[in-house]
T-cell receptor, first 113, second 114 residues
Framework: DTGVSQNPRHKITKRGQNVTFRCDPI?????LYWYRQTLGQGPEFLTY????????KSRLLSDRFSAERPKGSFSTLEIQRTEQGDSAMYLC???????????FGQGTRLTVV | GNSVTQMEGPVTLSEEAFLTINCTYT??????LFWYVQYPGEGLQLLLK?????DKGSNKGFEATYRKETTSFHLEKGSVQVSDSAVYFC?????????????FGTGTRLKVLA
């Protein structure tokens, strides 16, 4: 297994456009997380899936954000009507049900101009 | 709520110097504790972990001991190299409200000079 994969690595978009990111977790991992990281800060929790069920969403996840994990495999994070404040690194991570550590992808860097 | 506090950086050291990056946490019960490392433009890589009190995690010359009595998980390395220059994040995970979540500190930038 090659680890957690995120696409695209970089995305530049104009304010007001919609963007979608994809995350492919490690294949046997049931848990999937999305985090956001801004410059000089630690990752901030956005949302969590166990299999296909979205079990928790952060207050950071406004109604412009939506995440899915159909069939409990890959996940997508969509941001509608992007704003400049959405510019950040979006990180995906996965872990086993009984495992303690999360494995992160390389992230998608979003720049809203 | 649960939280992680790290010493502020940047930390600048000469090659072969001793490294300590302090990390303390606030949590109920017994969280698992981690150190992650992030290189420029990359995601986070797990460096080491400890899942119960008095456990010592170690990897690539780095060590950290889970101290329940002081709620700390300080990262140490006896002799740093230029290639260790990166940002280091302390984190905890704990089951709260039925879900596991990872909570990170703000990170400590390490710069090692040749």
């Amino acid at each position: 297994d090659t680890g957690v994969s995120q696409n695209p690595r970089h995305k530049i978009t104009k304010r007001g456009q919609n963007v979608t990111f994809r995350c492919d977790p490690i294949s046997e991992h049931n848990r999937l997380y999305w985090y956001r990281q801004t410059l000089g800060q630690g990752p901030e929790f956005l949302t969590y899936f166990q299999n296909e069920a979205q079990l928790e969403k952060s207050r950071l996840l406004s109604d412009r954000f939506s995440a899915e994990r159909p069939k409990g495999s890959f996940s997508t994070l969509e941001i509608q009507r992007t704003e400049q404040g959405d510019s950040a690194m979006y990180l995906c991570a996965s872990s086993l049900d009984t495992g303690a550590e999360a494995f992160f992808g390389q992230g998608t860097r979003l720049t809203v101009v | 709520g649960n939280s992680v506090t790290q010493m502020e950086g940047p930390v600048t050291l000469s090659e072969e110097a001793f490294l300590t990056i302090n990390c303390t946490y606030t949590a109920t019960g017994y969280p698992s504790l981690f150190w992650y490392v992030q290189y420029p433009g990359e995601g986070l890589q797990l460096l080491l972990k400890a899942t119960k009190a008095d456990d010592k995690g170690s990897n690539k010359g780095f060590e950290a001991t889970y101290r329940k009595e002081t709620t700390s998980f300080h990262l140490e390395k006896g002799s740093v190299q230029v290639s260790d220059s990166a940002v280091y994040f302390c984190a905890l995970s704990q089951r709260t409200s039925g879900t596991y979540k990872y909570i990170f500190g703000t990170g400590t930038r390490l710069k090692v000079l040749a």
